[in-house]
């Protein structure tokens, strides 16, 4: 190992121009003000971006992490100034797979980084590297808390290992008994698993005891049922699929079989759904319901196995009943916590082992984001393409029953592929953002009624809702606003626009929107809503949409070819029913699977005030 850092040796790892120098601006504490949450991270290392590797970036974290994180610096510009932050900082190798060796600086067990400053008018998002070192992070099973550009083209990142983390889908393969991997979409049993770390995080560490017999939302159930609900769903498919039966107690398929989705209107109308105890005496207990739920899991795992050792022939109705059972708790993974988010500083706990989101420094981040010089894009006309070929009907046919590789399997109302002209049409680059959405409803008449259901009124303050109780409009007024398609089309009438079809919301979100792996706010990269991203020059207009799904003006209904469902009747004809609009893209808690894949449609009245939607207003062009 060498000697402490000097210049010399930090131009020979980043190829520094040796005339250059920074002058360090002023020092600030925004760092440290980390420290009230008491993860501050008292290592830092200083990197090549080569390091930027998977292994390398989980050594690392296993070697210097303290306290649960450790603080990565990495270059982002081509040939970033000399900086006196390292002078100090004590060379070393790091020793990787393949023999390979990493020169590394690491930081003296001070304050020493916030001796450089940061440069908060660069929001990190502008930054185009950020999402391939997000991408990396994920890879490595590692969550970036915060990042923050430093004076001289660094990036620093506050690291830490969570609970879970879904890895980008490009680096999931799905699940193939060939050899090759498979381009398809069937789960492994690996992605099972983090299916599973999220939706026992979310169900047995976010919900306190007492809350088990609480329903959040009035019109949903307790959050009981649905710890009960995912177990059994998957084990009737299951059944249905391959036999076998019930898994004990077998009552449980009366008692979780369906969630209740009533109308808004009228909350006596429901489809049908499972009668379930009435008195909390009377429900099976939290034990008996994971005892279930370990039994099918089990029974899921002895599927792969069999599938893997010949023993059963993968089919095209046993690789669906893997996709949709998957993406069933994915769904449900999201819409428990959006019921969750109502009882958050009241009940609800936040996620544990996710360390809290630095508010301070993000808000300075976010109100450092560049204004717009234009507001709105236009696009179109085009030819826009719907959907894929994906009929469940066809399961059965002699010839496909069994071609099962590098299929994409989808929803029934995904299936099949359709086309559509769409006219030039003028939209906005970004969704209505809370503070828009505030002086709209302060300026309609602030009608308390019709508070969005992702706020809160607390001593006469609107505040967001966040999973770690509400926040104030300062810190979220950049976000994109959660609330019903009604609230958003008087927004959109009041702004001489209107909401977009679905066919104009896919063109914009297939021509702007980044996506997972391009860095956007999904897959539990956060546990809120971020501001969005698109419109900045830097980026030729792509982005993020800040990490919530969208409504469209287009009803749920059905279309030419459309084969309903027989693994799980009535998914989506039961709500053709003039009430529910088609919603696309992808919320910070949508899995990744499901947010990157473009065919996914989701659907809510458009009266429900308690998803996870945002809006973006068009205008005829
Ligand atoms: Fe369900």
Not at 115 to 127: A, L
Not at 534 to 546: A, I, M, R, V
Request: with cysteine; aromatic share 10%.
């Amino acid at each position: 190992m060498s000697s402490p850092s000097s210049s010399s040796s930090l131009d020979s790892v980043f190829d520094h121009s040796s005339s250059r120098s920074t002058t360090p601006s002023s020092v600030d504490s925004d760092l440290s003000s980390h420290k009230p949450f008491g993860r501050y991270p008292s290592t830092c290392i200083y990197a090549p971006s080569t390091i930027i590797e998977p292994d390398v970036v989980k050594s690392l974290f296993d070697t210097y992490a303290q306290e649960g994180c450790f603080g990565l610096c990495l270059p982002y510009a081509e040939s970033p100034q000399r900086s006196s932050l390292f002078v100090n900082w004590k060379e070393t190798l790091l020793l990787a797979g393949g023999g390979r060796a990493f020169k590394i600086f690491v930081s003296p067990p001070t304050s020493s980084l916030t001796q450089d400053g940061d440069d908060m008018s660069i929001p990190t998002f502008i930054i185009p590297q950020v999402a391939g070192h997000l991408a990396a992070f994920s890879l490595a099973g590692l969550r970036a808390v915060v990042s923050t550009p430093r004076i001289g083209g660094y990036i620093y990142y506050t690291l830490e290992r969570p609970t879970f983390s879904f890895p980008p889908l490009s680096n999931t393969p799905g699940f193939s008994v060939m050899t090759t991997p498979s381009k398809g979409n069937i789960p492994t049993l690996d992605d099972w698993k983090t299916v599973w770390s999220a939706w026992d995080l979310i169900t047995l560490q976010m919900i306190p005891h007492e809350m088990l017999h609480q329903k959040p939302i009035d019109l949903r159930h307790k959050c009981l049922f649905y710890i009960g609900h995912i177990p059994t769903f998957l084990d009737m498919l299951l059944h249905k699929s391959i036999g076998g039966g019930a898994s004990e107690p077998k009552h449980f398929w009366n008692i979780f079989e369906r969630g209740i989705d009533p109308h808004v209107d009228d909350p006596d109308h429901c489809h049908n759904h499972s009668e379930v105890p009435e008195k909390d005496e009377d429900w099976p207990t939290l034990d008996t319901i994971i005892a279930f739920r370990n039994r099918v899991r089990a029974r899921l795992a002895q599927l792969y196995d069999d599938l893997q050792s010949g023993k059963r022939s993968l089919t095209r109705n046993i690789a669906r009943t893997l996709v949709m059972t998957h993406e069933h708790e994915g769904f449900h993974i999201e819409t428990l916590l959006y019921m969750l988010i109502q009882r958050a500083g009241t009940g609800t706990l936040p996620p544990p082992g996710f360390i809290s989101p630095p508010w301070e420094i993000l808000t300075r981040q976010w109100d450092a984001t560049p204004a717009l010089a234009v507001s709105t894009v236009v696009l179109g006309p085009a030819t826009v393409s719907l959907g894929q070929e994906d009929s469940e009907g066809d399961d059965s046919l002699e010839g496909i029953s069994k071609k099962v590789d590098d299929h994409v399997f989808g929803w029934d109302n995904e299936s099949p592929e359709r086309k559509y002209e769409v006219g030039a049409f003028r939209v906005d680059w970004r969704p209505v953002s809370n503070r828009e959405f505030e002086t709209f409803w302060k300026e309609s008449g602030a009608d308390k009624s019709r508070l969005p259901g992702s706020w809160v009124e607390e001593d006469g303050e609107i505040k967001v809702r966040t999973m770690y109780g509400p926040v104030s409009m300062e810190i979220a007024q950049h976000w994109p606003v959660l609330t019903s398609y009604d609230d958003l089309l008087a927004y959109a009438h009041s702004k001489g626009g209107r909401l977009p079809t679905e066919m104009e919301l896919r063109l914009f979100l297939d021509t702007y929107e980044v996506g997972h792996e391009g860095g956007s706010n999904t897959g539990f990269r956060n546990w809120h809503p971020v501001p969005a991203t698109t419109g900045l020059e830097s980026n030729d207009g792509k982005g993020s949409n800040g990490g919530v799904w969208e409504w469209t003006s287009t009803l749920f209904d059905t279309h030419p070819g459309l084969s309903p469902t027989n693994l799980f009747t009535g998914y989506s004809t039961d709500f053709f029913d003039t009430k529910h609009h088609v919603v696309l893209g992808a919320s910070y808690a949508t899995i990744p699977r499901l947010a990157s894949r473009r065919t996914v449609r989701n659907f809510y009245q458009h009266n429900y005030p308690y998803p996870w939607v945002g809006g973006r207003v068009v205008y005829d062009a």
